[in-house]
């Protein structure tokens, strides 16, 4: 059975950080793109940053570029998030999915396999 499973959310102050891993169970990562997608209560999920199956491929979303950095290592059949200079607006529900197909738009329409997600809040 195909699962990913988010963690390392949490409470952190405005200009903390916090590290998001995403692991696999049932399958290797390393033929899939990964992305971090997040929602905000009463928003919709919108697309954080992306990567290929390679790692050579990134994609950033405005709001959190030159903040967030994602990074794969593929002996660890992990994907990471690493997010510095939180601010409020980035507190949400953060999951991570993957997508078989070549790389392609950082949008959730396209990734198949998707984790349960998990809280990060950013609040003094």
């Known amino acids: 059975q195909v699962q990913l499973v988010e963690s390392g959310g949490g409470l952190v102050q405005p200009g903390g950080s916090l590290r998001l891993s995403c692991g696999a169970s049932g399958f290797t990562l390393d033929s899939y793109a990964i992305g971090w997608f997040r929602q905000a209560p009463g928003k919709e999920r919108e697309g954080v940053s992306c990567v290929s199956s390679s790692g050579r491929s990134t994609y950033y979303a405005d709001s959190v570029k030159g903040r967030f950095t994602i990074s794969r290592d593929n002996s660890k059949n992990t994907v990471y998030l690493q997010m510095n200079s939180l601010k409020p607006e980035d507190t949400a529900v953060y999951y991570c999915?993957?997508?078989?197909?070549?790389?392609?738009?950082?949008?959730?329409?396209?990734?198949?396999?998707w984790g349960q997600g998990t809280q990060v809040t950013v609040s003094a």
């Open positions: 999915a993957a997508d078989a197909r070549p790389f392609g738009p950082c949008a959730p329409g396209r990734y198949k396999y």
